[in-house]
């Protein structure tokens, strides 16, 4: 069992930052694919980002790609999301997710709001 705690979303203008952190409790940590997704209001759950299990490679939704970063530190068992040059249809719900796989997921948090102002 994992135990995902999301933080650090806000409010920010269009142009800003947010960086967003996963902690992580429960089972290895490091051990997980981690992935972010995020909900806009009305939309379904879409991927933005995520770590392959062995945590090498990353993956990351086209639109993001450049602005946002993913990265982990497996001594602190969290994993954050850098974001940069927000815009405004990045306004969602953030969710943390840890799994089998960068496709499969079994854990999931209970999101940060990140809100864009144009």
């Known amino acids: 069992q994992v135990q995902l705690v999301e933080s650090g979303g806000g409010l920010v203008q269009a142009g800003g930052s947010l960086r967003l952190s996963c902690a992580a409790s429960?089972?290895?940590?490091?051990?997980?694919?981690m992935g972010w997704f995020r909900q806009a209001p009305g939309k379904e759950r879409e991927f933005v980002a995520a770590?392959?299990?062995?945590?090498?490679?990353?993956y990351y939704k086209e639109s993001v790609k450049g602005r946002f970063t993913i990265s982990r530190d497996n001594a602190k068992n969290t994993v954050y999301l850098q974001m940069n040059s927000l815009k405004h249809e990045d306004t969602a719900v953030y969710y943390c997710?840890?799994?089998?796989?960068?496709?499969?997921?079994?854990?999931w948090g209970q999101g940060t709001q990140v809100t864009v102002s144009s």
């Open positions: 997710a840890a799994g089998t796989g960068w496709k499969n997921y079994d854990y």
């Open positions: 770590f392959s299990r062995t945590g090498i490679t990353t």
């Open positions: 429960g089972r290895t940590f490091s051990s997980y694919a």
